[in-house]
């Protein structure tokens, strides 16, 4: 898992273009939105793009995102549950 | 038509232009056919949340947009009018890219959205939280101009209002390399400042942005805008009648225009244009040419604008800009003019004020 939260950091600062952020400096447990990395709305639909074409996991309801997309532990821990590659 | 005023200019090219109190003194040799700008430090001027997602058109568009609303003292225009030849190519590339990679599946929004011609428009109108009109023209080597054209339009009815005109073009890796392809960029490297004495086909490419704000007189007008005329096609003849027109159409004569500044950009097979002009009407006129140092692109021609601001402001014309010998008693009209592949042909005339 721990792997796992690492390689989601890299692919959230490459994706979405975090060019200042550094992997070390997006703890496990912060909020992605408002307050923590301050992502926005925009940042969410790049965002479920990236689970379906890296993990194969197509999400049915765009607001499941919401709670999915909380913080990069609670991210990985879904993309375990649920990926299909 | 009303009158219409430069009371705010801010350029970014392939030179140090953002600095206002220089005017091309540190010039870069760039060596090569196809050149990027002399970037500022954008962090100065665009919040790091925002630029994550920008392209280099946006970033120079927001940047210049920024500073010539500064130096005008306007904090919120009433129109935004911007022009591009190409639009954000870069993103559009990326965003192409990705449909071919990817099997036309998982398409990210943000290059989508970045893509199109009037985003760096949407991106300076966001960023002011401007909702006012906001129109982008994509009319080739014209398309400066023609934001120019519809700003003079929108004074002549209500000169009381701010508008935010600006042109933007960038190098992208594709594209570019297209334009190297199809002859319109010199096949060989060469030193760009030697440029006009090329004897051989294409130009240089590079990119940049100009902006400025134009609207009624004031204790910060750089320039007047006596008019603006484009012409889409003609003979170098028709094009010299044309501008004999033009000037006459402003109740001046030939011999009312201090300088001149020439798109010349060349290319041996459409240099005609100017040339034909210098040894004729313009011949005893002070002759200045910029594209040896900024190269060419489809708004290049807004560098001119930026030219003869700085010259009202200075007095003073570097010698680098040069082309003859020589020089004007004085600058109170100076006259640009720019073609493109022997198209799209931009006449405008600014006076001091």
């Not at chain 2, 009158?3 to 220089?22: E, L, R």
């Not at chain 2, 054209?149 to 992208?172: K, Y």
């Not at chain 2, 003849?237 to 004569?253: M, V």
Request: one cysteine or more; hydrophobic letters at 40%.
């Amino acid at each position: 898992m721990a792997e796992l939260r690492e390689e989601l950091k890299e692919k959230l600062i490459e994706q979405l273009s975090l060019e200042d952020v550094e992997v070390s400096e997006i703890g496990d447990n912060d909020p992605l939105f408002g307050d923590g990395l301050g992502l926005d709305s925009i940042d969410a639909l790049e965002l479920i793009v990236l689970l379906e074409k890296d993990y194969g996991i197509k999400l049915k309801d765009p607001k499941e995102g919401k709670a999915i997309f909380e913080s990069i532990s609670v991210m990985a821990d879904y993309i375990s549950k649920h990926r299909t590659k | 038509m009303s009158d219409c005023f430069i009371n705010g200019i801010a350029s970014i090219s392939a030179q140090p232009t953002t600095d206002p109190d220089t005017f091309l003194e540190d010039i870069i040799s760039h060596k090569e056919a196809i050149f990027r700008s002399h970037d500022p430090n954008y962090k100065e001027y665009i919040k790091p949340a925002a630029m994550r997602r920008m392209s280099k058109s946006v970033k120079m568009g927001v940047t210049t947009a920024s500073m010539a609303l500064n130096n005008s003292g306007v904090e919120m225009p009433d129109a935004i009018i911007t022009g591009t030849g190409m639009g954000c190519k870069q993103d559009s590339e990326k965003f192409l890219e990705n449909i071919l990679n990817n099997d036309e599946q998982f398409l990210t929004p943000t290059l989508f959205i970045q893509s199109t011609h009037n985003t760096v428009g949407g991106q300076v109108a966001l960023g002011l939280g401007c909702k006012a009109y906001n129109v982008t023209y994509v009319q080739g080597a014209a398309s400066f101009e023609t934001s120019v054209m519809d700003a003079q339009l929108m004074l002549s009815e209500e000169s009381e209002i701010n508008i935010l005109v600006g042109g933007i073009d960038e190098i992208a890796k594709n594209s570019t390399l297209l334009h190297k392809l199809d002859g319109q960029i010199k096949e060989d490297d060469i030193d760009v400042i030697k440029l006009l004495d090329s004897d051989t086909p294409g130009t240089v490419a590079s990119e940049g942005a100009t902006f400025m704000v134009l609207g009624a007189e004031t204790d910060k007008s750089l320039a007047k805008v006596i008019n603006v005329e484009t012409i889409s096609e003609g003979t170098p003849l028709e094009i010299k009648a044309s501008i004999e027109k033009f000037i006459l159409n402003q109740g001046l004569s030939v011999e009312d225009i201090d300088a001149v500044v020439l798109g010349n950009n060349g290319d041996v097979g459409y240099d005609n244009y100017y040339n034909n002009l210098q040894s004729s009407i313009f011949s005893d006129k002070e002759q200045l040419c910029y594209k040896h140092l900024i190269g060419d692109f489809h708004v290049a021609s807004s560098f001119g604008f930026w030219i003869g601001c700085k010259i009202f402001e200075t007095n003073q014309v570097p010698a680098i800009l040069k082309v003859n010998d020589i020089s004007a008693k004085k600058y109170n009209n100076i006259l640009l003019y720019n073609q493109y592949l022997g198209k799209n042909h931009s006449i405008a005339l600014l006076q001091r004020c």
